[in-house]
């Protein structure tokens, strides 16, 4: 299960419909072993494309050093498909390589209605999990 | 003293669970070289026949190798090379 406060859920979202029809990335911190996701960090998509993302390779050297400063870890990675549902794609199975992070996968296909779902993808293997969107972690 | 590679999470199973390990060479093939004959199938997932793979980042202290000279880049003792395997994917 993945608990998300609602105001990451927006900054998600909003960056997710920002980009659109290109597709939106980035990466939500926590604590490292906490599986709490505290401090937002989009990323470039260097791909700038509608239909592939990757991170920027410096900008991502950057992120990952100061992360692993601060004793954190990407708690979620998220990115956006923009004519597709919100489901790893085999694309995404294949590249995905942090084990321990919730993969985020929000659609805007549909200009009202954003779809938000997270999954584990581990070892080619994809797992939905519930998304709890709560203010307060002790509402687990 | 020797380079100091770190290695990401995901491929820590062949380090033995360590973040980073140290190896030794004239450039950034043989470094990874010299790593694989202690940890081995390393140097396989990072690099194929075309050099070094898509999908894997390697940095020599603050700068992406493929900016500098790939597998031929120069390395040299108290240099630190980072991994970090590239977040990518896509709607296809």
Known sequence: MLTLHPALHAKIVAHARADHPDEACGVIAGPAGSDHPERFIPMLNAERSPTFYRFDSMEQFRVWREMDERDEEPVVIYHSHTATEAYPSRTDISYASEPGAHYVLVSTRDPEQAEFRAFRIIDGAVTEEDVVIAEDRMLE | ?92
Do not use: W
Request: proline content about 3%; aromatic content about 4%; overall charge negative.
């Open chain 2, 1 to 92: 003293m020797a380079i100091e590679v770190r290695i990401p999470t995901i491929l820590r199973t062949y380090t033995g669970g360590a973040k980073s390990v140290e190896g030794s060479g004239a450039t950034l093939a043989d470094l990874l070289g010299d790593l694989d004959s202690r940890h081995g199938g390393l140097r396989e997932r990072l690099v194929d026949d075309g050099g070094l793979r898509r999908f894997v980042n390697v940095y020599l202290n603050d700068e992406d190798v493929r900016f500098l000279g790939g597998l031929q880049t120069p390395v040299h003792d108290g240099d630190t090379v980072t991994v970090l395997p590239a977040v990518a994917g896509g709607a296809c």
